[in-house]
């Protein structure tokens, strides 16, 4: 079974960056979209980034110009890069792969970012 493991959340201050990883144990990690979703407290998931196979990437507005998705497919890891960081993106984040308007794997643990001057 494929597991997805999300680290590098921590806390931070506004204005500052964070990076985080998301390790994917799948034989086909190189060719697969891969996404990074946020769940904030009392929200439902939102999803925020995404990036194809191929690289192209695309982002939510929320996140857009702040936020940089990227993969390292020899280590089956997708990055999201957060920089500019504000209150708003304190949330639980976690990474997944799209199949049918749905998650493709069970859903990892999540890493937790906190924002806090």
């Known amino acids: 079974q494929v597991q997805l493991v999300e680290t590098g959340g921590g806390l931070v201050q506004p204005g500052g960056s964070l990076r985080l990883s998301c390790v994917v144990s799948?034989?086909?990690?190189?060719?697969?979209?891969m996404d990074w979703y946020r769940r904030a407290p009392g929200k439902q998931r939102e999803l925020i980034s995404r990036?194809?196979?191929?690289?192209?990437?695309t982002y939510a507005d929320s996140v857009k110009g702040r936020f940089t998705i990227s993969r390292d497919n020899g280590k089956n890891t997708v990055y999201l890069e957060m920089n500019s960081v504000k209150f708003e993106d304190a949330a639980v984040y976690y990474c997944?792969?799209?199949?049918?308007?749905?998650?493709?794997?069970?859903w990892g643990q999540g890493t937790q970012v906190t924002v806090s001057s």
């Open positions: 990036i194809t196979g191929g690289g192209i990437t």
């Open positions: 799948s034989d086909v990690f190189s060719v697969i979209t």
């Open positions: 997944n792969a799209p199949l049918g308007g749905g998650p493709m794997y069970p």
